[in-house]
């Protein structure tokens, strides 16, 4: 009698059509276009991958979001978040549309004076300025937020040396409702370190203390979060009038407003729990104009938005360059056509085996905030076959290059094009050159022209920085030789 091998147990999630509008093969809700641009046309002119902007879809947020707020509260400012995506055309658009600039290091606080933004208009955050960045922000006049109280030493060190009176705000936290609480930047305004940091500008001969600012997180799904924040800024304000003497001009509430993308752990779609602006500008404005004293000037409002204003304005087109067929595949998903190791026991604690998946040409390098967000994925052409889940892989040579780890797609074939929105918030500023190029940047413009932003990467730009040693330099008889050769004749002398 022959022993049965023993398997492990597991749970297997099967696929019925009822609970899968596309399982009877409705169309699989394609992208076939940005702001009339064909995605076909994008990739023959510009290649794969290529991430592609659309200028009406930036103007139009700021607008909205400039409404919410204005419509509520008489003088509001707002300044674009500098680290949420530094591309010149980017920040071009939204100082056109009277954003001013917020930077948190002396890279930054560079790009903005080159976009042509007075030192006037930059709003200097960070938890760490450089000291020749402090000084240059003192002279020009931006709106420095203290971030600690070596930094607050400094300034006082700087000013002292110049003679000169230098207005100034401080960056505080506080127990808003956000959990962990956004410790690490500024001081404690549920202590007494924020007054203790009030009271040490207030000992200065060259400080001015005329502004409060905090940013209590990021994503931020509840909008009550600021109606908190606001009102302890409110209150460490009033004292700062009462025991220092200071007069506080303006608020500053940072940014954290959500974008319509989709974090991991929420259960509903894309965008569905994603609060409005007004629902922001309500709790912010309404909080400032009730709780200020009667009679005392309203304070000016500056707002430090990033990932909500550009977020849905990125798009990241991708292509398939090989469809992957995990071990142990069965049901639906196994009808992609791909060699497969079958070795069983190597998979059982991967809750995804068994799930086709397909690799393109871009990866995590490239889209960063697939660490947050499930991104949404589309076919860039109708297909009418029923979706399943798949895997999508990046193309890197590393095992957690998973774009994402469940998408629901059709069966599609290499060559075909995959469009992953929104991706606009922080993947090109925190993308890489790992292993691939980046790519090409375009825009679409708002009378529907493509225009490059930024060019392909290449050797040249890459190695632009590179120095090789002499003693390390090939003879010019070794450069054209195998590598296996030229080991040989450099071992042998």
């Known amino acids: 009698m022959n022993k049965k091998i023993y398997t ?17 093969g409705q169309s699989a809700n394609a992208c076939e276009a940005i702001d009339g641009i064909v995605i076909s046309d994008l990739i023959k002119q510009h290649g794969s991958p290529l991430y592609v902007f659309s200028e009406s879809t930036l103007r139009e947020s700021y607008r909205e979001l400039h409404k919410a707020f204005s419509n509520r509260y008489p003088d509001v400012q707002l300044a674009w978040s500098y680290k949420t995506n530094y591309l010149k055309a980017i920040c071009a658009v939204f100082h056109q549309e009277g954003a001013i600039a917020e930077v948190v290091s002396d890279f930054e606080y560079e790009k903005a004076r080159a976009m042509g933004i007075p030192g006037s208009d930059i709003i200097f955050n960070g938890p760490y300025k450089q000291p020749e960045a402090l000084e240059r922000a003192v002279n020009e006049g931006a709106k420095i937020q203290i971030d600690n109280m070596d930094e607050l030493l400094n300034l006082i060190h700087i000013a002292e040396q110049k003679q000169q009176v230098v207005n100034v705000a401080i960056r505080i936290y506080m127990d808003s409702g956000v959990k962990p609480i956004w410790s690490k930047f500024g001081f404690n305004s549920d202590t007494t370190e924020a007054l203790q940091a009030i009271k040490r500008i207030h000992l200065s001969k060259y400080l001015k203390l005329v502004g409060l600012h905090t940013h209590v997180g990021t994503f931020i799904l509840d909008p009550n979060i600021y109606r908190v924040a606001t009102e302890k800024m409110i209150e460490l304000a009033m004292r700062a009038e009462k025991e220092y003497g200071f007069n506080i001009t303006y608020l500053n509430l940072g940014g954290g407003f959500a974008s319509r993308n989709h974090l991991h752990y929420q259960y509903f779609s894309e965008g569905a729990t994603t609060p409005s602006f007004d629902a922001y500008a309500e709790a912010i404005c309404s909080t400032i104009k009730a709780r200020w ?21 990125g798009y990241m087109i ?26 069983k026991s190597a998979n059982r604690s991967n809750p995804n085996h068994g799930a086709a998946g397909y690799l393109v040409d871009s990866g995590i390098h490239l889209l960063h905030t697939s660490a947050w967000y499930q991104f949404n994925v589309r076919p860039a052409k109708p297909n009418n076959g029923t979706q399943i889940e798949r895997l999508l892989y990046g193309c890197l040579c590393m095992n957690i290059d998973v774009i994402r780890q469940v998408v629901p797609l059709p069966n599609m074939n290499v060559g075909d094009q995959l469009v992953i929105h929104p991706v606009g918030a922080y993947n090109i500023t925190q993308s890489m050159q790992f292993i691939t190029y980046r790519p090409r940047v375009v825009m679409i413009t708002s009378n529907r022209s493509v225009e490059i932003i ?18 390390l330099q090939l003879r010019a008889d070794l450069k054209n030789l195998p590598f296996i050769e030229t080991r040989k004749q450099v071992t042998h002398g």
């Open 8 to 24: 492990t147990p597991g749970i297997t999630r099967h696929q019925h059509g009822h609970m899968n509008p596309q399982a009877h």
């Open 454 to 471: 930024r060019e392909r990467e290449n050797l040249n730009y890459i190695e632009q920085l590179e120095q090789l040693p002499e003693q």
């Open 318 to 343: 991708t292509t398939i360059v090989a469809l992957k067929q995990n071990p142990d595949a069965s049901g639906p998903s196994a009808g992609i056509s791909a060699p497969a190791a079958r070795d």
């Open 293 to 313: 004293p009667i009679g005392k000037p309203l304070p000016k409002l500056y707002l430090e938005t990033g990932r909500a204003l550009v977020d849905e304005a």
